[in-house]
């Protein structure tokens, strides 16, 4: 299996569990209506594959993700500051 840890894996991972639970509620409980298996198969069939996609998908892509933030920061802080000399200059 793939190393997928650091931070960006765990980020990741995180933002996708809401959908990820929502997934293995869903199929879970149809198992467990339907008599297809138990909740807990269901469950872990839907949500795992979600997770482990999310955090693969920040490991692979952690350079470009904290690039991405860093401009934008960058980006923020700038904008900031030039609105700020411009509110001085119209004094």
């Known amino acids: 299996m793939e190393q997928t840890s650091g931070f960006w894996a765990d980020a990741i991972g995180v933002a996708a569990s809401p959908v990820a639970i929502a997934a293995g509620i869903v199929k879970g409980s149809y ?3 339907t008599g297809s298996g138990a909740f807990d198969e269901g469950f872990h069939a839907a949500a795992d594959p979600i997770v482990a996609s999310a955090r693969k998908f920040g ?3 952690r350079d470009t993700i904290t690039k991405g933030v860093l401009s934008g920061a960058a980006a923020t802080l700038g904008a900031r500051i ?3 000399g411009l509110k001085h200059l119209k004094r």
């Open 82 to 84: 030039v609105n700020e």
């Open 31 to 33: 198992d467990a209506a």
């Open 59 to 61: 490991t692979e892509h």
